[in-house]
């Protein structure tokens, strides 16, 4: 008790808050008297602990913690509810693709039919890479391609590609609930309880609803925040606020450290190599009928003379630009966004967009006899 010699010089109120709970300690009073009539959530004493039940978990935060509004429903949600954020967006993952990180997250056998893949779509630069695939493995090498490779799938196969991305897109989501979740189920709750000292009472309420303070810990709280006769709501909310004591941060700020990393890589291959491999079923299949040739020479036609998604002046004085985005597999249609831009050098201030399916022969008309066409009518 040397802790409380400082407080004991003063002049103490015999009804003070800190007398109470003194005389409980001491076993001087019958603890089922006791009431500290300010103290919200309060529910009962004896000579261990000071006991509280809050009628709303808001309660408990605003009486035990220092945390804001915002961090408090943060907090309440991700404990109970973190299957219901979105971590990742579309257009997240449309970037992750851009840059191969989507790809690089497959694992060696997926890589292996990847570049199978790419082996019957454009066997001539397949056979250029061939040794250093072998050298390096499928899946090195797909890394250290990774933003040209991905580009190359999209181009040829852009279903296969927007599926490997939601794929992606709703593994890693997944991924970081479940580690959410084993975070606030666990050290988490930890850090929160330990400034106190607090431990779940484990009745009806939740754990954000019925806790209890050691005797020795309020004792604590008095000598260093506080005099004998502060009032016990008041010492609490002075300790709570002080330097003596320190919170974990809002989870949601740095929800990307709770990734479940391991879950994400099993999901993610499992879900991506059924798909993987109905797509490569169906290129052999095309293969056999003859009718995947078709495809290679228009799309290695369009690679040589225009290149892909990227802009295309075709009537400067219009400010109208295309840009290829890829070709159908199955009608060898091309996918054609035409734009209208202020400023055709720049390809700025956008006016106009639209987008076509047209065959190879009016995209070659398109770009070489522009005058034939008023693309925004016809």
């Known amino acids: 008790m040397k802790r409380l010699g400082r407080i004991l010089v003063e002049e103490v109120d015999s009804k003070s808050d800190f007398m109470k709970i003194l005389d409980v300690n001491k076993k001087r009073v019958d603890p089922r008297e006791v009431e500290f009539d300010d103290l919200k959530g309060f529910y009962e004493i004896d000579d261990k602990y000071l006991y509280f039940w809050f009628d709303d978990e808001d309660d408990f935060f605003n009486t035990l913690t220092d ?6 429903s943060d907090i309440k949600w991700l404990s109970y509810r973190p299957y219901d954020y979105e971590w990742i967006d579309s257009y997240s993952a449309e970037e992750d693709w851009k840059e191969g990180y989507v790809l690089s997250s497959l694992d ?5 039919l990847l570049l199978e893949m790419y082996e019957y779509l454009d066997p001539y630069h397949y056979n250029k890479a061939q040794s250093e695939i072998k050298s390096k493995g ?3 090498w797909m890394v250290d391609n990774q933003e040209d490779f991905a580009n190359e799938i999209k181009s040829y196969l852009p279903d296969l590609a927007d599926k490997l991305i939601e794929h992606y897109w709703y593994s890693r989501d997944t991924a970081i609930s479940r580690g959410i979740e084993t975070y606030m189920d666990g050290e988490f709750i930890q850090d929160l309880y330990k400034p106190l000292k607090l431990e779940y009472t484990k009745g009806l309420g939740t754990r954000f609803e019925q806790v209890k303070i050691p005797l020795s810990e309020i004792m604590l709280m008095y000598s260093r925040a506080g005099s004998a006769n502060t009032p016990l ?29 391991e879950y994400f890589k099993e999901e993610f291959n499992k879900e991506s190599l059924w798909t993987i491999e109905k797509e490569l079923d169906k290129i052999k299949e095309d293969y056999e009928n003859g009718d995947l040739e078709k495809f290679r020479e228009l799309y290695q036609m369009i690679e040589k003379n225009y290149k892909y998604d990227q802009y295309i002046p075709v009537d400067k004085e219009k400010g109208i630009a295309i840009k290829i985005k890829l070709i159908d597999r199955n009608t060898l249609k091309v996918k054609v966004e035409i734009s209208k831009f202020r400023n055709i050098e720049t390809f700025s201030g956008l006016e106009n967009r639209k987008v076509v399916d047209i065959k190879p022969t009016t995209l070659h008309s398109l770009i070489n006899n522009h005058q034939l066409f008023d693309v925004f009518e016809n």
């Open 67 to 72: 945390y804001t509004e915002e961090d408090i």
């Open 108 to 112: 060696e056998y997926n890589a292996k």
């Open 138 to 140: 499928a899946w090195q």
């Open 233 to 261: 709501d008041q010492l609490i909310y002075d300790y709570v606020h002080s330097r003596y004591v320190s919170y974990p941060g809002n989870p949601r700020e740095y929800y990307y450290d709770f990734e479940d990393g």
